[in-house]
Nanobody, 126 residues
Framework: QVELVESGGGSVQAGGSLRLSCVAS????????MGWFRQAPGKEREGVGS????????YYADSVQGRFTISLDSAKNTVYLEMNRLVPEDTAMYYC???????????????????WGQGTQVTVSS
């Protein structure tokens, strides 16, 4: 059974940084797409970025490009989301997600993913 557990959320001031972690377990496939999504109150869930566990190719939403970085520690089965220069608009619940296979062009669509974590809250104050 696949399990994703996020951690690292919190409250920061604008301009600050946070690093989210997602520990994955139970995968039967060696190559997966690991994604980060976020959802603010009253808004749809949106893709932040994803990474292929096979070739480490990464995808980013335009809104976070250059500020957020996804990385993978295969030995620890952990995906990280390093978030820098945070702005109040980044405030949301952040979710880790996974699906077997490569991410591909549909990486930002929540319906693409089979497995989800419980989420971790990120709050950025101005």
């Amino acid at each position: 059974q696949v399990e994703l557990v996020e951690s690292g959320g919190g409250s920061v001031q604008a301009g600050g940084s946070l690093r989210l972690s997602c520990v994955a377990s139970g995968f039967t496939y060696s190559r997966n797409c690991m994604g980060w999504f976020r959802q603010a109150p009253g808004k749809e869930r949106e893709g932040v970025g994803s990474i292929n566990t096979g070739d480490h190719f990464k995808y980013y939403a335009d809104s976070v490009q250059g500020r957020f970085t996804i990385s993978l520690d295969s030995a620890k089965n952990t995906v990280y989301l390093e978030m820098n220069r945070l702005v109040p608009e980044d405030t949301a619940m952040y979710y880790c997600a996974a699906v077997p296979g490569a991410c591909g062009g549909y990486w930002s669509r929540p319906a693409r993913y089979n497995f989800w974590g419980q989420g971790t809250q990120v709050t950025v104050s101005s």
